[in-house]
Each structure stands twice: as C-alpha cells, then as structure tokens.
C-alpha cells in the first residue's frame, strides 16, 4: 500500500459526460500527480501540482481540468468525454514535488467511456 | 527532449530462471532512474531508483539494477524468478535539470513466468 487513495477504482460513463477522479496523497507529501496509461499512448504526464499551486502540465488535454485543494487532496475532472478518453488514470504524491523525490502512486481510477 | 527506450516488449522466463529487464535513456545529463512494477489490476509500485552514487541500487523483492553511463542504460534483474513476479515493469526517468518531478515512463515489459 503507497498510501495513496483514489475513488472511484472503476467508472463506467458515456460520451459527452463528465467525471471527477479523486486523489488523496501520501500523508506529509505536498505534491500530486496526475498520470493516464492507456493502450495505445501508455503511461503520460498530465499535471502537477504543490501546495495547491499547478507546477507542472503535461499531455493534458483541455478539457480536462485538475486542482488541489487546501487540504491537499486532488480532483481531476474530465469532461465531453470521448470513447478515447477510457484509460486508466493515476494519482501519484512525493514530499516536496522537486527532481528526484521518489513518487508514490495509488492504484488508479479505470474509466471506460461507452 | 528526454526519452525512455525499453527495447523488450514481452519476456518469458522459467520459475527460477534469472531475468534482465533492458532500459535506455536519452537525456544530457544523468536523469534520475527509476522501476516500477504493475500487477494485474494493481497500481505502479517502486521497485529502485538511482539518484546517484554505487551505480548497482538494490530494491525490492530481490531485484536489482545497474547504472551504466556509457551505455545510457540502466537494466534491471533479478537471479531468480518467482511466479509472482509476472507483471508489467516499467523504467522511468526523472529529469534533473527541472525544478519539478515528473516522470517520463518507458513502453513497459511484459514479464510472463513459466512453472
């Protein structure tokens, strides 16, 4: 166990919809993650974020949106969603979010999109 | 731009054989290394990591892993396999000339064990 905690584990919606994965971090760790695995792209950076401020983007398409929250947990909401857009998506934390803390990462959200 | 090279897609072994998990950057300076491992259904845990120092880095489970700089390379292995550790192992890098820690992921390999 990473310590790490996303819900749902599994979300099953249709096109044009829009979800919100949650993440809660490791405990004492400032930084989260968002990563998508999918078939055809694999494992991809999203967004970053410290302290509730966004540090880093990624592959993140704009219709997909994320933020931390003082509490330091995490939503990434997805919107319109597309057939393309099932995967599944990871949160991961480290302490400080800077090159070279080890990075955590939860058990992901699976999201299929019908 | 940084890129994570894992020539083998899928590896089959014998319980009990030893395995090597090849992993090659392209970056301009020394990244970070890391692997994770991905069973089925389960998320990504931390095998190793290398930051710097003894370019051998002991993990988990028995595994262990080897910097080498001329190669660009940092393999993975372990002497002996056990069936559960069939699963997907990814190498990944960090970048060390960046401020924030993201990480570039390989493709992935299958490791598939046999009885």
């Known amino acids: 166990d990473s310590g790490v905690t996303q819900t749902p584990k599994h979300l099953i919606t249709a096109t044009g919809q829009r979800v919100t994965l949650r993440c809660s971090p490791r405990?004492?760790?400032?930084?989260v993650y968002w990563y998508q695995q999918s078939l055809d792209q694999g494992l991809q950076f999203l967004i970053q974020?410290?302290?509730?401020?966004?540090?880093a983007k990624g592959n993140i398409l704009e219709r997909f949106s994320a933020q931390q929250f003082p509490d330091l947990h995490s939503e990434l909401n997805l919107s319109s969603l597309e057939l393309g857009d099932s995967a599944l998506y990871f949160c991961?934390?480290?302490?400080?979010?800077?090159?070279?803390?080890?990075?955590?990462f939860g058990e992901g959200s699976w999201l299929t999109v019908v | 731009a940084q890129s994570v090279t894992q020539p083998d897609i899928h590896i089959t072994v014998s319980e009990g054989a030893s395995l090597e998990l090849r992993c090659n950057y392209s970056?301009?300076?020394?990244?970070?290394l890391f692997w994770y491992v991905q069973s089925p259904g389960q998320g990504l845990q931390l095998l190793l990591k290398?930051?710097?120092?003894?370019?051998l880095v002991q993990g988990i489970k028995g595994f262990e892993a080897e910097f080498k700089r001329s190669q660009s390379s940092f393999n993975l292995r372990k002497p002996s396999v056990h069936w559960s550790d069939a699963a997907e192992y990814f190498c990944?890098?960090?970048?060390?000339?960046?401020?924030?820690?993201?990480?570039?992921f390989g493709a992935g390999t299958q490791v598939v064990v046999t009885p």
């Open positions: 990944a890098v960090g970048v060390t000339t960046d401020s924030w820690g993201k990480l570039q």
């Open positions: 970056y301009g300076a020394t990244p970070y």
């Open positions: 974020y410290y302290n509730g401020e966004e540090r």
């Open positions: 991961a934390s480290s302490l400080t979010g800077d090159s070279g803390n080890t990075i955590y």
């Open positions: 405990s004492g760790d400032l930084s």
């Open positions: 290398y930051f710097s120092g003894d370019t």
